[in-house]
Antibody, heavy 120, light 109 residues
């Protein structure tokens, strides 16, 4: 059974960089056919797509976040990561890591989510 | 890139059918057959209900169905049950990224 687990600091100071890691078990992130991505949800608000990485290493990001976001993968650890720079309170959210099937909009696996609060 | 438009809330009594709309543009909903719908209960991760406009994941109740006409996608839930009360989100491909709707709260009366 595929499982995704987010990890990282729950508190980040304004202007610093938010860093999260998603550890995948039950599948290899280097196998073809899937995108590995990040979606967030500010408290009490809706879902917000951040970006994704394909097994080949190609990435795509939400246009309005593109200048601040980097998604990378470490195949040796079967992990992928999110870095979001210059954070503000508006970046406070539950961050989910996800798996989406290639050639489809089907996001079939989600992590449990981790709350990251931006505050001094 | 603007969020897709969903009604803030819809409601219906048990047993009835409801439809949630998701309106975009010909650059997202209207341009691609990559619209999905997710159900989210409070404090839980979203759950896939419909993908690629009208496909149901294996094992999901056939009370849930999806469709699209022009720039508007729709999620229909028939035979409403109490456990269907949740937030529902649509998401569409935009050609280079993905964009969510603002979400719809379904209230089962």
């Amino acid at each position: 059974q595929l499982q995704l687990q987010e990890s990282g600091p729950g508190l980040v100071k304004p202007s610093e960089t938010l860093s999260l890691t998603c550890t995948v078990s039950g599948d290899s992130i280097s196998s073809s056919g899937y995108y590995w991505g990040w979606i967030r949800q500010p408290p009490g608000k809706g879902l917000d797509w951040i970006g994704q990485i394909y097994y080949s290493g190609s990435t795509s990001y939400k246009p309005s976040l593109k200048s601040r976001v980097t998604i990378s993968a470490d195949t040796s650890k079967n992990q992928f990561s999110l870095k979001l720079s210059s954070v503000t309170a508006a970046d406070t959210a539950v961050y989910y890591c996800t798996r989406r099937a290639y050639g489809s909009g089907r996001v079939d696996y989600w992590g449990q989510g981790t709350l990251v609060t931006v505050s001094s | 890139q603007s969020a897709l438009t969903q009604p803030a809330s819809v409601s219906g009594p048990p047993g009835q059918s409801i439809t949630i709309s998701c309106t975009g543009t010909n650059s997202d909903v209207g341009g691609y057959n990559y619209v999905s719908w997710y159900q989210q209960h409070p404090g839980k991760a979203p759950k896939l209900m419909i993908y690629d406009v009208s496909n149901r994941p294996s094992g999901l109740s056939d009370r849930f169905s999806g469709s699209k006409s022009g720039n508007t996608a729709s999620l229909t839930i028939s035979g409403l049950q109490a456990e269907d009360e949740a937030d529902y989100y649509c998401i569409s491909y935009t050609g280079s990224s993905w964009v969510f709707g603002g979400g719809t709260k379904l209230i089962v009366l």
